[in-house]
């Protein structure tokens, strides 16, 4: 389940200072690379040791290909690569590196991870709703489907039809 909550921001429009609204992820806690490490080692033959030795090399291979200029492709996980925020200059002779504000790194998820996020439901923190990102009786998630106008209820939410969105193909 993934939570959300509405909120609002003035923005500067041809029409002058307008009210936006936007959804904003709301998050439960944090999961540590130590919680993850238990886990991997419970489900799997490899003790925690070792997964944590994995993970830590992982990490530094990561780091090394990234600073070598190459994208990290990581299968149904993702990809990563390196992204750049500059200052403009006039011309590119004139372009220094102490233009280059920010480097961070752009993480991709792969197939696994947006059919988990696709199949996860949004819940508001204001009101009562229920939005499943992929409907269930999808047969792929390459379906896409236009967000229904039933006015049904939903059983186990109270949530009506018209308050659920398939977001499938994102």
């Known amino acids: 389940m993934i939570q959300f909550r509405v909120t609002d921001k003035k923005l500067k429009t041809a029409k002058g200072e307008q ?12 999961t540590t690379m130590d919680h993850l490490q238990r886990q991997i080692a419970r489900i799997s033959a490899i003790s925690e040791g070792d997964v944590r030795s994995i993970l830590l090399t992982l990490s ?3 780091t090394d290909e990234l600073t070598a200029g190459r994208i990290v492709e990581l299968g149904d996980l993702g990809r990563m690569k390196v992204g750049l925020r500059s200052r403009s200059a006039e011309s590119k002779d004139k372009f220094r590196v102490q233009d280059i504000k920010k480097v961070r790194v752009i993480f991709t998820p792969g197939q696994l991870i947006k059919q988990g996020l696709y ?4 819940h ?7 939005c499943p990102l992929k409907d269930s009786a999808s047969s792929s998630s390459t ?13 186990s939410t109270g949530a009506s039809d018209k ?8």
Do not use: C, W
């Open 124 to 130: 508001s923190m204001h009101e009562m709703s229920f």
């Open 119 to 122: 199949s996860a439901s949004l």
């Open 60 to 62: 530094q291979l990561i």
């Open 19 to 30: 009210t936006f609204h936007f959804a904003r992820a709301v998050y439960n806690g944090v």
């Open 163 to 170: 308050d659920k969105k398939d977001y499938t193909g994102l």
């Open 143 to 155: 379906d896409t489907k236009k967000p229904s106008t039933d006015t049904s209820k939903d059983p």
